[in-house]
């Protein structure tokens, strides 16, 4: 096969594993995957001071010098479950004309979207004996839910107010059908320089589209800037781009430390949301930043553990607290009420053991502390990225002729976050999240 025959099918390859990205979904570290990769995946995520495949430059660029050349390409079978309980029976009521309660339920309801494909592929070359070129395509999303049924409680200013009357409405929030739908995809061109003895750098332009959907808002028109751009119109793109940076270097004996980081990914507004999302439908990607090493322990043994931060505070749409900015300036408008979500730092422990010279078995475990807070209960129950811990384990074997292939599962306990309804007090919200995925990869 030619070089040009090589460049023109796997450049195709890689455009039509893209096209299937963009309908992935996944919510693990807020919205974030918990890896990249089928064989960092297996490893909790660690892979920053490591060279797996030719996944590694969506952890750290610098880690395509150690693959050479190699493709994968693989799907995942990612199935969160994700619902919300609500006790306390809806006031009904109003304080004025201006001021009345919202009150979803009581009920208990799950989302049914309960599982998604994620495709990604990642190729490699190498250019010299110092240098690589290559292509990561690969997808994040999660908050996506949908709840059917169920109903909402409104005050309205009727009558004598207070107390007004009450409407009972079907629908969470008394629209219909409600949730979110958030896809998001990344192409990333790297090259890998090495200097000195086993170091390396990597540079990532990242090109980023994503995808977002709401459904069922609109009772909260009437405290939006743009109520005709707040929910139900269909998918919305949003396109932009950003740069990721890394190194690796050896030290001691058979130790490895990596760092990357990752710039804010500028992206366009999403113009059918700017009524919903602050700042007229921005909804920029956060920047991370991620350090780690790794060491051969035994001549079987691999241990690597990575420290991930990913910067949501930075994001006027997800950081924005829906108390009291709800109450205090419109949907849309820069401190409009948002997801209240926080800064997340992730705490990544990954083994490999190799049992021969061509199979390895993979375990991990990460935690990290969730990004929601009491105060952000409602708006939240359309996008419950709340889980902790992650457990994974993994299996990787090559074939006679030194192709192989991967296979990860990760199981996230289900964690909950309760708080009182911002708009009616006598309720109390409580949603949970679990997680399971189960992944296969093959490299040639």
């Not at 058979?254 to 007229?280: P, R, V």
Request: one cysteine or more; hydrophobic letters at 40%.
């Amino acid at each position: 096969m030619s070089r040009n025959s090589f460049k023109l099918n796997h450049v195709t390859l890689a455009v039509l594993v893209s096209l299937g990205g963009v309908s992935t979904a996944s919510a693990t570290n807020g919205y974030f995957s918990h890896g990249y990769g089928t064989q960092s995946k297996a490893m909790a995520g660690t892979g920053v001071a490591q060279s797996l495949d030719s996944l590694a430059p969506a952890t750290n660029p610098a880690g395509l010098l150690g693959v050479g050349d190699r493709r994968d390409i693989g799907v995942g079978y990612f199935s969160p479950d994700r619902g919300y309980d609500i006790t306390g029976g809806p006031t009904g009521a109003c304080m004025n004309a201006q001021q009345c309660t919202f009150a979803v339920g009581p009920e208990a309801r799950r989302s049914d979207k309960s599982f998604f494909l994620i495709p990604h592929f990642g190729i490699s070359r190498r250019l010299s004996e110092n240098s690589v070129f290559g292509v990561a395509v690969y997808g994040n999303g999660g908050m996506n839910s949908r709840y059917v049924g169920g109903s909402a409680t409104v005050g309205v200013p009727m009558g004598t107010v207070p107390p007004g009357i009450s409407m009972t409405l079907p629908g969470t929030f008394g629209a219909g059908t409600a949730g979110v739908d958030l896809m998001q995809m990344f192409i990333a061109p790297t090259y890998a320089l090495g200097f000195g003895e086993g170091a390396s750098f990597g540079i990532s332009p990242i090109i980023a589209a994503q995808m977002f959907e709401a459904r069922g808002l609109s009772n909260f028109a009437a405290l939006s800037s743009a109520p005709d751009a707040l929910t139900d119109n269909g998918h919305d793109n949003s396109y932009g781009a950003g740069l990721k940076l890394g190194v690796q270097l050896p030290f001691a004996s058979n130790w490895m430390f990596g760092a990357s980081y990752q710039t804010k990914i500028w992206m366009s507004e999403f113009d059918d949301y700017a009524g919903l999302f602050a700042e007229n439908g921005d909804f920029d990607i956060p920047s991370t930043a991620t350090i780690g090493v790794s060491t051969k322990a035994t001549d079987a043994l691999t241990i690597a553990f990575d420290v991930q931060w990913i910067g949501y505070s930075d994001i006027t749409s997800i950081a924005n607290p829906f108390v009291p900015n709800f109450f205090n300036s419109q949907l849309g408008m820069s401190n409009g009420g948002g997801f209240g979500w926080d800064d997340m730092t992730v705490y990544k422990l990954g083994f490999a053991y190799d049992t021969s010279e061509s199979s390895t078995w993979r375990f991990g475990f990460s935690t990290t502390e969730q990004p929601v807070g009491s105060d952000d209960v409602l708006f939240n129950i359309v996008a419950p990225g709340v889980v902790e811990n992650h457990f994974t384990v993994g299996y990787s074997t090559k074939t006679s002729s030194g192709n192989g292939w991967s296979v990860s599962g990760m199981y996230a306990p289900s964690v909950s976050v309760s708080g009182n309804n911002p708009m009616d007090g006598a309720q109390t919200i409580k949603f949970s999240m679990d997680q399971f995925e189960l992944e296969f990869s093959y490299s040639f």
